[in-house]
């Protein structure tokens, strides 16, 4: 990615800014092709919840390397702004997991009634 220092703050070239494009296009095909896939309905849920926490998880890094873009460029302004959003994004992402976690555990708790009775 190609990163230039300007009046405005920090620039990203376009060419690049396809290849982002794309790769939702790919990630969202790809979504789409595995779920359809999947029948019951716990482990669809299961699977929505795992992939939207890979896509959060790939948007936390993309804040780390805006922000060091900003600090490098001398904005530090847009590195805290930044920094900022990425905390809403790891507390969204931790909140995710312990929302597949209890499912699961729910999940296993059910599973072992069913062979006690």
């Given at each position: ?13 376009c060419d ?25 309905p716990v ?39 930044l920094e ?34």
């Open positions: 990615m190609f990163i230039s220092r300007a009046a405005a703050g920090i620039t990203v070239s690049r800014y396809d290849h982002g494009i794309r790769l939702k296009e790919t990630f969202i095909d790809d979504f789409r092709k595995e779920l359809s896939e999947i029948q019951g482990a669809r849920h299961i699977f929505i919840l795992a992939k939207l926490n890979h896509l959060t998880n790939f948007r936390i890094g993309e804040y780390a390397v805006l922000t060091a873009a900003a600090d490098m460029s001398g904005s530090y302004a847009v590195g805290v702004l900022t959003s990425v905390a809403d994004k790891v507390a969204f992402a931790d909140r995710t997991k312990r929302l597949i976690r209890n499912l699961v555990e729910t999940r296993v708790a059910e599973r072992k009634l069913e062979q006690v009775a």
